[in-house]
């Protein structure tokens, strides 16, 4: 049986203070998995600490490291788009690069794929290294995706995972340029098995996601893979006009029993902010899609590549 390419695709942003111990856990930890080689792909997505510097270094000590520079920060989905699209393996593991996922991980999704399957999912056992508003909130986003949209998310899994060559060529095809990775990842499908593991908390250095950051990132995975949120605004429309009508009927009997009155200005101030703040709402969400369409029809490239370090760019 001739030796397997096993592609690590890593994202780095400001990670300056995590790279010596990743490349030192990260690398004994392949090289004890037998009959595999494997390329580590890192992606500086823009990094403005000393990240390319320490990546570089390491491209140039080692042969097996590979290194992507983008011109700017691309984000966390594009700058892991730009890897799988560097990516030579015959599987491919997304990775982050503060060993929040245990190196030991890669072992058992390679042993899981050799049964024959062509995803891996390594899904977390527990989020206990998340805090708690963290996990109420990832919670409740995967209740609500998952309830939207036709494509599910399985919970407790991130971008870690073990995908064959035709997965990753499958994702590399797609053409839309805003990526929820999650989502695509769980759209294309395959034959999927799981792992369970512990997840740690950050090595070294800060999260990059803010919870305003999370929230957006959020409202993109709904948006990116369900109309429901627009389509509800049909099925709220024709409740309103039904119950207006009602209301309608409501007031030409009384006026017939009881006269013309005058009273009424608060019940009709109130209604008239309550479907006017209901218009707007309706109004945002279509402009959310409508943002979507216009930075699609765009057509711009993911990200763009400054320059590549390692074995072949010499
Ligand atoms: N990352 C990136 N670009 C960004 C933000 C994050 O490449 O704009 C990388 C980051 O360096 C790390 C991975 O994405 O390797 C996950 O980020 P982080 O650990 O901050 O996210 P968390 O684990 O807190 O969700
Ligand atoms: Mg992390």
């Known amino acids: 049986m001739s030796r397997s390419l096993l592609s690590l695709v890593v994202p780095f942003y400001n990670e300056e203070e995590a790279i010596p111990g990743f490349f030192a856990q990260v690398v004994p930890a392949l090289e004890a998995i037998a009959e595999i080689d494997f390329e580590i792909v890192c992606v500086n997505d823009g990094s403005k600490d000393r990240t390319l510097t320490l990546l570089a270094e390491?491209?140039?000590?080692?042969?097996?490291?590979?290194v992507v520079d983008l011109s700017r920060n691309f984000g966390k989905e594009a700058a892991m788009s730009a890897g799988l699209a560097e990516a030579q393996g015959h599987v491919v593991v997304p990775f982050d690069a503060d060993l929040q996922d245990p190196p030991e991980v890669i072992a058992k999704l390679v042993e899981k794929w050799r049964e024959g399957y062509d995803v891996v999912l390594a899904r977390r056992s527990d989020r206990s290294s998340d805090s708690y508003?963290?996990?109420?909130s990832a919670l409740g986003f995967y209740r609500l995706h998952n309830k939207l949209a036709e494509v599910k998310i399985p919970e407790n899994v991130g971008d870690f995972r073990l995908m064959t060559r035709e997965v990753v060529n499958v994702l590399n095809?797609?053409?839309e340029s805003r990526r929820f990775m999650k989502g695509l990842f769980a759209w294309v499908g395959y034959r999927t098995a799981e792992v369970t593991y512990v997840r740690h908390s950050r090595c070294a250095g800060k999260t990059k996601f803010s919870g305003w950051r999370l929230w957006n990132f959020a409202l993109e995975?709904?948006?990116?893979?369900?109309?429901l949120p627009l389509r509800m605004w049909t099925y709220f429309g024709l409740l309103v006009a039904a119950t207006s009508f009602l209301y309608a009927a409501y007031l030409v009997i009384r006026t017939l029993v009881h006269g013309i009155e005058v009273p009424g200005y608060a019940s009709i101030f109130v209604s008239l902010l309550f479907f006017s703040g209901v218009q707007m709402i309706g109004i945002g969400v279509i402009g959310e899609y409508v943002g979507r369409i216009y930075i699609e029809s765009k057509r711009r490239p993911l990200y763009v590549v400054r320059r590549r370090y390692g074995k072949s760019q010499q």
């Open 58 to 66: 390491a491209a140039e000590a080692d042969d097996r490291v590979l």
């Open 221 to 227: 995975g709904i948006t990116s893979f369900s109309t």
């Open 173 to 175: 095809a797609l053409p």
């Open 133 to 136: 508003l963290k996990r109420q």
